[in-house]
């Protein structure tokens, strides 16, 4: 089992940034997927960025590309979100989720994910 908690969610003006920390307990997380998602107000939960278990790999939406950068240390338990040049459109409850998985692949899906946590709200002010 693993149990994830987010911070480091807040208000910034459009183009500031933010590092958002995702914190995982459970002796098994240095073997999961973790990703990113977020959901904006009326919207559906959409996939942002995930990492591989041993960060080898990851992948970003395209509307985050060239702004977002996803990244973990195992040694601390830890997953950041690095988000740069943040827009309005970016407000939304950031929630990071993850899969027990050593192949290798990536995961964009809901409901590829097991665990979640409760989520950070982010606000980009114009």
């Known amino acids: 089992q693993v149990q994830l908690a987010e911070s480091g969610g807040g208000l910034v003006q459009a183009g500031g940034s933010l590092r958002l920390s995702c914190a995982a307990s459970g002796r098994t997380f240095s073997s999961h997927v973790i990703g990113w998602f977020r959901q904006a107000p009326g919207k559906q939960r959409e996939f942002v960025a995930a990492?591989?278990?041993?960060?080898?790999?990851?992948i970003a939406a395209n509307s985050v590309k060239g702004r977002f950068t996803i990244s973990r240390d195992n040694a601390q338990n830890m997953v950041y979100l690095q988000m740069n040049n943040l827009k309005p459109v970016d407000t939304a409850v950031y929630y990071c989720a993850s899969k027990y998985s050593r192949s290798g692949a990536l995961y964009s899906e809901e409901h590829d994910y097991d665990y979640w946590g409760r989520g950070t709200q982010v606000t980009v002010s114009s």
């Open positions: 990492v591989t278990w041993n960060g080898g790999a990851t």
